[in-house]
C-alpha cells in the first residue's frame, strides 16, 4: 500500500493562500482535484503526473471547462506545472517516493523475506529444551543432545520450625534422694518404715474378729506405729 503524504500546514502554506485568493470560487474545486491526483499518482506510480482525462474521472461532476480552469489556476499559484497535455505535482520527488524507489524497496522486503523462509526450513532454529527430557538444539549443532539437569542445591533447608532430637534408649527410673521418703501412707503424711515385714505401701490387714490392725503390720486405729 502507498500514501500519498501531505503537510498538516498545507492550509497554511503561501501557494494555498494565493490559490485561495486567484481561484475564488473555484478553490474549494482546485483543492479537491490537487488531492484526489496526488493520490492517484501515488496509488499508480506516475511520479504525480496526472491528465485532464484523469482529473474528469476523478471529478465526474465537473465540467471540462471547470476542471481546466481549476488545474490552470493550480499551475499559476505553483502548485502544479503544465507539461503538455498532462500537469506534473511540483517538486513531487522532493516529497512523495518515487516509481524506482518503490520498486527497490520491494525488492528489498522480498529478498528479505526469501532469506527468511531459507533459514527457517534449514536451521533448526533457536528453541531450546529447558524441561527434563527434552531437546536441546543449537542452530550451529546439527547433532542434537539432551539438556543436562541442573545440580541440585549443596546447601542443606533451614528449617522453619526446631527439629526434635532423636529419642533415646529407655531412660532409667529417677532415683529419689537419700534420707527422701519413697512412698506415702494411705492413712496418713508420716512415712512408713521399711522393715522386713513388708513394703511400706501395703494395705494394713485387719483382724476381721475385733476390728483392729494386724500386730504385724504396726498400724493401730490408723496410724503408723513409730
Request: charged share 30%; with cysteine.
Amino acid at each position: 500500500m502507498s500514501w500519498f503524504k501531505v503537510d498538516d500546514g498545507f492550509h497554511d502554506h503561501p501557494k494555498v493562500h494565493a490559490l485561495a485568493e486567484h481561484a475564488d470560487q473555484r478553490f474549494p474545486l482546485c483543492v479537491a482535484i490537487w488531492t484526489l491526483s496526488g493520490c492517484y499518482a501515488a496509488r499508480h506510480g506516475t511520479d504525480g503526473r496526472v491528465t485532464l482525462a484523469t482529473l474528469r474521472r476523478l471529478a465526474p461532476g465537473s465540467s471540462r471547462a471547470d476542471l481546466e480552469r481549476a488545474a490552470s489556476d493550480l499551475v499559476t499559484v505553483g502548485l502544479w506545472e503544465r507539461d503538455g497535455e498532462s500537469y506534473l505535482f511540483h517538486d513531487w520527488a522532493d516529497y512523495q517516493p518515487t516509481r524506482e524507489q518503490k520498486a527497490a524497496k520491494r525488492d528489498q522486503e522480498r529478498d528479505k523475506k526469501a532469506r527468511q523462509r531459507g533459514s527457517s526450513r534449514t536451521s533448526p532454529g533457536d528453541a531450546r529444551g529447558t524441561r527434563a527430557g527434552h531437546v536441546e538444539v543449537s542452530p550451529r549443532d546439527t547433532n542434537p543432545r539432551p539438556a543436562l539437569p541442573s545440580p541440585p542445591d549443596p546447601s542443606p533447608p533451614v528449617p522453619t520450625r526446631p527439629v526434635p532430637a532423636a529419642p533415646s534408649q529407655a531412660r532409667e527410673p529417677a532415683r529419689a534422694p537419700e534420707g527422701s521418703a519413697t512412698g506415702r501412707s494411705h492413712y496418713g503424711n508420716r512415712s512408713a518404715d521399711p522393715g522386713p515385714r513388708g513394703s511400706p505401701t501395703e494395705k494394713p490387714k485387719r483382724n476381721p474378729r475385733v476390728g483392729q490392725a494386724d500386730p504385724d503390720t504396726n498400724f493401730a486405729g490408723g496410724e503408723v506405729q513409730v
